[in-house]
Nanobody, 123 residues
Framework: QVQLVESGGGLVQAGGSLRLSCTNS????????MAWFRQAPGKEREFVAA???????RYEDSVRGRFAISRDRATNTLDLQMNSLKPEDTAVYYC?????????????????WGRGTQVTVSS
């Protein structure tokens, strides 16, 4: 069973930085994509960034250049470095994983999810 746990969320001022981490302590896959999604109050869950099994990355337009996704296979950890944060980045951030060679950007493309971590950016 896949067990994803996110950490690193918190409150930060606009322009600041946070680093989110997601650890999979359960079942792993040989070829898989991992991703970050976020959901603000009253809005649908939206794609943030993803990384494929071979290290290819994909970003949502509004975070490209500010966020960086990375993965450590040895520790089964997925990170999201978030810089130049804006109030509109405020949301619950979720980690997801899917055994696939693609890099899905839709929430429907992922079967396994963490419970999320809150990121709040004050203006």
């Amino acid at each position: 069973q896949v067990q994803l746990v996110e950490s690193g969320g918190g409150l930060v001022q606009a322009g600041g930085s946070l680093r989110l981490s997601c650890t999979n302590s359960g079942r792993t896959f040989s070829r898989y994509a991992m991703a970050w999604f976020r959901q603000a109050p009253g809005k649908e869950r939206e794609f943030v960034a993803a990384i494929s099994w071979n290290g290819d990355t994909r970003y949502e337009d509004s975070v490209r250049g500010r966020f960086a996704i990375s993965r450590d296979r040895a520790t089964n950890t997925l990170d999201l470095q978030m810089n130049s944060l804006k109030p509109e980045d405020t949301a619950v951030y979720y980690c997801a994983v899917q055994p696939t060679m693609a890099i899905p950007s839709s929430a429907n493309g992922y079967d396994y999810w963490g419970r999320g971590t809150q990121v709040t950016v004050s203006s």
